[in-house]
């Protein structure tokens, strides 16, 4: 055997350490390397999560919520994905199924004028009011300046698919620029203690609103023909039943028949003037309503009728007292409208959530009350003119948001766009419980 010298022992030890080393190292990056590949894995069924969670349809209204990577609090975040949204085609149109009776209308946001929601829009209603672009602030936020673009694109979307508008609202103590209620140098009006002072005051903020009212009615009277001229001007809990709103603290009843009478001066006979409130089925509410629009009838003030926003929930109030009030302001020679209808899941009072469990039962009782709802609705054709729902789909509702933040589901149209039971029991019963997305 040949014997190795001593450098070469040396050499091969030298060689087995580098080899041992390299193989370290390549097993140190093929580790990391699949490492990496987890957490790009990882990475990519997030992103493609996001969208699963926004398929309620807020993204393409603009709403904000749904472009940060958190879903919408409101948005139930059940562990199976709703399906996206999409506009049955196969099923009755609303609007075609009331036509005999009264036009049938939504509110609606200028960014749902495209995508999705406009055609489940365009199928089912024959009439649109703005959910709020058209309230006094939005349209005059600073006095002198007018900003017409997102209402003129809601009336241009209602003419385009040939709908009718209704215009909510003229007056309104929410939603008003504080500049209605400030003095010639800026001071709040509110707080003038000077009898002459206050009465300028007076003079000056009614010549604002008859000037804020001309120039809308004078724009739209050709396109829209129903206007809420005041809304919630009733009050039971304040004293003298009217709310105390700095309208009513600075003017009284004069800031409703300048309203009225500017609104009709500019607009023609052709265009009908509301009184728009909620709660118009307490008696106590309704009566101070009457006796106002009776007082205000009787001075020569130009009213045509009532619009009863009708924002109920599947509790109360009973029906017969809905249509109680319509009959009493029929009476009185009013038209009536119902103008902003929803219905709650929740009591008024109640501040749970059912999150993404809403009970099949409570379904159902909604949908037998807007059955219900909608029989009494029909039989009284000849007192009412119209009924607005105040949105289309459960995705997209103030009461998502009030009065606390949770799930809630008021219309006949769900989060993914689809005919709820109760949409069935308004336009079809006997198709109730049936699979509702097939062709009849
Ligand atoms: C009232 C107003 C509406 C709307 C709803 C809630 O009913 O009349 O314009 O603001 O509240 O969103």
Known sequence: MAKISKEKRKAITILLAAVMLVAAVVLFVSRGQEQGEENIQGTTETALATPAVRSSGQEAEGDS??????????????????????????????????????????????????????????????????????????????????????????????????????????????????????????????????????????????????????AIVERYKDDIRDWDVVNEVIEPGDPDGMRASEWYKISGTDFIATAFRAAREAGGPNIRLYINDYGTDNPVKRDRLYELVKELLEQGVPIDGV????????????????????????????????????????????????????????????????????????????ILSAVVLWGISDDHTWLNGFPVTRTNAPLLFDRQYQAKSAFWAVVDPARRGSVQTTAP
């Open 65 to 214: 919520a749904a472009l940060s990577s958190e879903p919408p609090k409101n948005t139930p975040t059940s562990s199976a994905p709703p399906a996206e949204p999409s506009v049955q085609q196969d099923i009755p149109a609303l609007a075609e199924s009331l036509a005999d009776y009264f036009p049938i209308g939504a509110a609606i946001e200028p960014a749902q004028t495209g995508g999705l929601k406009a055609e489940l829009l365009k199928k089912h209603v024959n009439m649109l009011v703005a959910e709020n672009v058209m309230k006094p602030d939005a349209i005059q936020p600073s006095e002198g300046v007018f900003k017409w673009e997102h209402a003129d694109r809601i009336v241009s979307f209602a003419k385009e698919n040939g709908m009718t508008l209704r215009f909510h609202t003229l007056v309104w103590h929410s939603q008003v620029g504080a500049w209605f209620f400030k003095d010639a140098e800026g001071k709040p009006m509110m707080d003038e203690t000077d009898p002459d002072k206050r009465e300028r005051n007076k003079e000056l903020l009614l010549k604002r609103l008859d000037a804020h009212v001309r």
């Open 307 to 382: 619009g009863h926003q009708t924002h109920i929930d599947v509790y109360g109030p009973t029906v017969a007292s809905i249509i109680a009030s319509m009959v009493k302001f029929a009476e009185l020679g009013l038209d009536n409208q119902v103008t902003e209808l929803d219905m709650s899941l929740y009591r008024w009072n109640d501040r749970s959530d059912y999150g993404d469990q809403i009970p099949d039962n409570m379904l159902e009782q909604q949908a037998d009350r807007y059955g219900e709802l909608f029989h009494a609705f029909k039989a009284h054709k000849d």
